[in-house]
């Protein structure tokens, strides 16, 4: 059983193109989280959410919108693409916001 | 501000060896959590540990230890009788815990680790 899902695995797509990637947990937890990774291996967190609720918005462009249709769930809708958010982007989630954090398998993203 | 440090951008040792990986961290708060999480090849993050910082008791998990020590803010990771499978990117992460509502997770910039058969 799959504890944090993301959906797609990999996405690529051209400059100024709208997409989205879909994060799902089945842990039961309440917080909710989305990561980047760039190519340097640098992890950054964008947003966090707890019970639907933005709590952590870490100065992301305002292309990035998170949103949490349910607790169970966390989505990143990115509107016009830039090459810059190449990126891997990870979901995670946990009980409380600073318990373990368990983490998506991430979402491979291209910009061309 | 929270930071961590990874001084050690790569290592490689010899399958077998043993081997430190360092962390050092700061923060001004009196609550705190330390985490370290392993990214193998494959991409996946992976939790090995959680501390939190009035428990400063080393922990052991089978060829794992954790060396936490407040004096020097350090939780360093050590591997003993390294396997290949080892090899990975590891990361320290803090999270502060008591600036309720931005208990986020901020991670050192990883530690290579390659163990040579």
């Known amino acids: 059983d799959t504890a944090v899902s993301q959906t797609p695995k990999y996405l690529v797509t051209q400059m100024g193109n709208d997409k989205s990637i879909k994060c799902e947990q089945n842990?039961?937890?309440?917080?909710m989280y989305w990561y980047k990774q760039d190519s340097k291996k640098f992890l950054k967190i964008m947003f966090s959410?707890?019970?639907?609720?933005?709590?952590i918005n870490e100065t992301v462009p305002n292309r990035f919108s998170p949103k949490s249709p349910d607790k169970a769930h966390l989505n990143l809708h990115i509107n016009s693409l830039e090459l810059g958010d190449s990126a891997v982007y990870f979901c995670?989630?946990?009980?409380?916001?600073?318990?373990?954090?368990?983490f998506g398998p991430g979402t491979r993203l291209t910009v061309l | 501000a929270q930071k961590v440090t990874q001084a050690q951008t790569e290592i490689s040792v010899v399958e077998k060896e043993d081997v430190t990986l360092d962390c050092v961290y700061e923060t001004r708060d009196t609550t705190y959590y330390l985490f370290w999480y392993k990214q193998p090849p494959s991409g996946e993050l992976v939790f090995l540990i959680r501390r939190n910082s009035f428990d400063e008791q080393n922990e052991i998990s089978g060829r794992y230890s954790w060396n936490f020590q407040k004096s020097t803010s350090s939780f360093n990771f050590t591997i003993t009788a390294s396997q290949v499978v080892d090899s990975a990117v590891y990361f320290c992460a803090l999270s502060e815990g008591s600036n309720f509502g931005n208990e986020k997770l901020t991670f050192g910039t990883g530690t290579r680790l390659t163990i040579i058969p």
């Open positions: 995670a989630s946990s009980q409380r916001e600073y318990d373990t954090q368990y």
């Open positions: 842990l039961g937890h309440d917080t």
């Open positions: 959410y707890n019970n639907k609720e933005l709590i």
